[in-house]
């Protein structure tokens, strides 16, 4: 709606617009000379007209340079004719009257337009700057969430069914709530994605939401914690309010330990403000809202044990590096496409370690190699070629040669062999990484706890056995097994004695460390087929070694 402003400014464009049709009309006609008699006979007799036009009551007549009028009733037209072509121009005045009317009407139209867009830019403007005085208050006002629908698929992912399989009742959920609610099922409110960088913790929660088909709330953790007091806290309402009102939504909160790291120790008002606001957000919307918060971290052992417990992020699901198997699966959809000769089973092993973003890395790599080399075709050589730099480039990538894969598959099949004996619960076990369970237990026994250390000191016993060598791989578990030693001691007053001795510690590691090198003397052959497997496949499931465990006994 136009304010007075604009429509003073549209009355002064239309009378300027009169005034200047009027001078052009005017000046148009001013161009016509009008004659008498004795000039018009003068000129005709000098051959100076050239032609002639009879218009109403007037003749015009046309000479090389200029034109001249006179009445028509006042000369010889039969004369006229016999010394210049006459033309007779019918009246149409009302035709004409259109043609000037068209012309005033596009005129002013023109000046309407051009009004209409000055006002759109002066609106704009002052929008712009109202938004940017806002801003100074509120550094979130220029950032609007906003849901995104997404179209990726699980099948669009490679190398992750166990955890498709986990997720597929959180997309049922979303697709079908009325199903659940009927039977008074509540699914977890909070789902917390675990793995390294790189193994496609962002792209899994857009394949749920994609699969479900509904919106799709992106945020990363680093974007809450600001130096703004109150504004991490403020995102977070504004986070769960929009998607509420989308729901059934998804909101994915990327490293979420960046926000939800335990309080406490060097305190950050703002950050313990955010965290506080996202534990009252998660409680206070309840399962029929159909919002279902999915978060992602590499480091679930910062986050604050109060976002763990039931009601939030309650469901936890470890995604790990990829087997052999995955990795094959990654390469064959990264190389769709793309034009490659060779076989993607010894890429794959070649590439132990790699995440799935370093198997994209390393499929790109080796097509520039190509392109540089002026080839249609990837080959493996290109592959062999570009792996250094791709593992120069990507930190904290394990890979191991053919003698370094032999020693960590007796390794890992030792640990996977004592896990499945002494009833350590585990999902998988690969040559990379192992998925042993860590179960909350209020109360836990002496028993359980030496199985544990047990199994995190049978893979070095292995290597002892078998290359009568100790070796680095063995670190992080050397550190797991003293930790729970040492919370047997000075905790649980499981030692000899029940005020805490140092070499009560060293007693515990020592005896079972002797205990589960009797047992892996024994169990030689198992070991032996749940290496080879391990090597060959770099990963063992549960099911798969109680099939090697139950042929041999």
């Known amino acids: 709606m136009l304010n007075f402003k604009s429509k003073k400014l549209i009355t002064s464009f239309v009378a300027l617009s009169l005034v200047i049709l009027m001078v052009v009309f005017a000046y148009l006609r001013s161009d016509v000379k009008v004659i008498n008699l004795a000039t018009y006979n003068m000129l005709l007799e000098s051959g100076i007209i050239k032609k002639a036009v009879i218009e109403d009551n007037e003749v015009i007549l046309y000479s090389s340079i200029e034109k001249y009028v006179i009445v028509k009733d006042g000369i010889d037209l039969q004369k006229l004719l016999e010394q210049v072509p006459i033309e007779v121009k019918k009246e149409n ?145 504004e986070l769960f309010s929009y998607a509420k009102t989308n729901a059934p939504s998804i909101i994915f909160i990327d490293e979420i330990d960046a926000v939800g790291k335990a309080r406490g120790g060097m305190r950050n008002d703002e950050r313990e403000s955010t965290l506080n606001e996202l534990l009252t957000q998660m409680d206070g919307f309840e399962d029929s809202h159909g919002v279902i918060v999915v978060g992602a971290t590499n480091k679930i052992d910062v986050i604050d044990e109060a976002l763990l417990r039931s009601g939030r992020f309650d469901r936890r699901i470890f995604i790990p590096m990829p087997d052999f198997d995955d990795r094959v699966k990654i390469l064959q959809n990264y190389l769709v496409g793309k034009p490659y000769e060779g076989n993607v089973h010894e890429i ?38 570009v792996r250094q730099k791709v593992l120069i480039g990507k930190k904290k990538v394990l890979s191991f040669s053919d003698e370094e894969k032999k020693i960590q598959a007796i390794y890992q099949g030792a640990k996977a062999l004592c896990a499945y004996w002494f009833e350590v619960d585990f999902d998988k076990i690969t040559i990379v990484n192992d998925r042993l369970k860590d179960v909350d237990l209020e109360i836990e026994s002496k028993t359980a706890m030496l199985s544990k250390i047990k199994v995190y000191l049978s893979g070095m016993c292995a290597n002892k056995i078998y290359f009568n060598d100790s070796y680095s791989n063995s670190s992080e578990d050397l550190v797991r097994a003293r930790e729970i030693a040492t919370s047997m001691v000075e905790l649980y007053g499981m030692g000899k004695k029940l005020i805490p001795l140092q070499e009560d510690i060293s007693n515990i590691l020592d005896e079972a460390y002797g205990e589960v090198e009797k047992f892996l003397e024994g169990m030689s052959e198992p070991l032996d087929k749940i290496s080879t497997l391990l090597y060959e496949k770099e990963s063992i499931t549960k099911s798969e070694l109680k099939e090697i465990v139950d042929e041999l006994f």
């Open 93 to 237: 005045p009302l035709l004409d009257d259109l043609i000037l009317l068209a012309i005033l009407g596009s005129f002013i139209f023109g000046i309407l337009i051009y009004a209409k867009k000055r006002r759109e830019i002066e609106v704009k403007r002052e929008d712009e700057q109202k938004q940017s005085a806002y801003n100074i208050y509120d550094p979130f006002g220029k950032t609007v969430i906003r849901p995104t629908t997404s179209k990726l698929k699980f099948s669009d992912i490679a190398g992750i069914d166990e955890v498709k399989e986990e997720l597929q009742e959180i997309v049922d959920f979303l697709k079908n709530p009325l199903k659940y609610r009927r039977y008074g099922i509540s699914l977890p409110r909070g789902v917390l994605l675990v793995g390294p960088p790189g193994v496609g913790k962002t792209m899994i929660a857009k394949a749920v939401a994609g699969e479900a088909e509904v919106p799709f709330f992106y945020q990363s953790g680093a974007s809450f914690v600001q130096i703004y007091v109150g504004m991490g806290a403020k995102r977070v309402r």
């Open 348 to 385: 794959a092993k070649m590439s132990v370690g790699f995440s799935g973003a370093a198997l994209s890395t390393f499929v790109n790599e080796a097509a520039i190699n190509a392109l540089r080399d002026n080839r249609e075709m990837i080959s493996q050589d290109d592959f062999s070629k």
